[in-house]
């Protein structure tokens, strides 16, 4: 595929537009969330645990990519689990760890939701050169990588920050 033309655009003004596309993937994110019955944390958490796959997550890990505390990750795990999202497993290389999976009747009730809005962003990529995609894929890569980063740095709890103290 040749690349269309492309309108011309400022950092500022792609700022702006990844600002409206977040704000607006986050009211999607809630809908979402409360057409499966979770809530926006539980959610974002079902889809760590779903993107791991085989590789399976510990309880600290999911904390850890959520920013909550153990015990709040706890509090996540056990309503995922009573909703039959998600099973416990012993961890086979140590028997004092547990391990979270995501049930495969779950996974499939919760893609039924996001299917067509990802089927409708693959038609949008297809109005993009191969060299396109690349650049957009190297963005979202660098971005989530700054943005994590950020959060790493600033968004912890006892990280100094505005209106925060040590």
């Given at each position: 595929m040749?690349?269309?033309?492309?309108?011309?655009?400022?950092?500022?003004?792609?700022?702006?537009?990844?600002?409206?596309?977040?704000?607006?993937?986050?009211v999607?994110?809630?809908?979402?969330?409360?057409?499966?019955?979770?809530?926006?944390?539980?959610?974002?958490?079902?889809?760590?645990?779903?993107?791991?796959?085989?590789?399976?997550?510990?309880?600290?890990?999911?904390?850890?990519?959520?920013?909550?505390?153990?015990?709040?990750?706890?509090?996540?795990?056990?309503?995922?689990?009573?909703?039959?999202?998600?099973t416990?497993?012993?961890?086979?290389?140590?028997?004092?760890?547990?391990?979270?999976?995501?049930?495969p009747?779950?996974?499939?009730?919760?893609?039924?939701?996001?299917?067509?809005?990802?089927?409708?962003?693959?038609?949008?990529?297809?109005?993009?050169?191969?060299?396109?995609?690349?650049?957009?894929?190297?963005?979202?890569?660098?971005?989530?990588?700054l943005?994590?980063?950020?959060?790493e740095?600033?968004?912890?709890?006892?990280?100094?920050?505005?209106?925060?103290?040590?």
């Amino acid at each position: 595929m040749r690349a269309k033309p492309r309108p011309a655009a400022t950092p500022e003004q792609a700022l702006s537009a990844m600002d409206h596309l977040i704000a607006t993937h986050l009211v999607g994110q809630h809908e979402i969330a409360q057409q499966v019955g979770m809530n926006m944390t539980d959610l974002t958490c079902f889809a760590y645990v779903m993107e791991a796959g085989e590789n399976l997550l510990t309880p600290g890990d999911l904390a850890a990519r959520v920013h909550v505390t153990t015990g709040a990750v706890t509090g996540i795990l056990n309503r995922l689990e009573r909703a039959g999202y998600i099973t416990r497993r012993p961890d086979p290389t140590d028997r004092r760890r547990v391990r979270v999976a995501a049930r495969p009747d779950a996974v499939a009730r919760v893609l039924e939701v996001y299917e067509p809005y990802y089927a409708r962003l693959t038609e949008l990529f297809a109005d993009y050169s191969p060299a396109e995609i690349a650049v957009l894929n190297d963005w979202f890569t660098r971005a989530s990588t700054l943005a994590a980063n950020y959060l790493e740095e600033h968004c912890r709890p006892g990280t100094p920050g505005p209106g925060r103290s040590t």
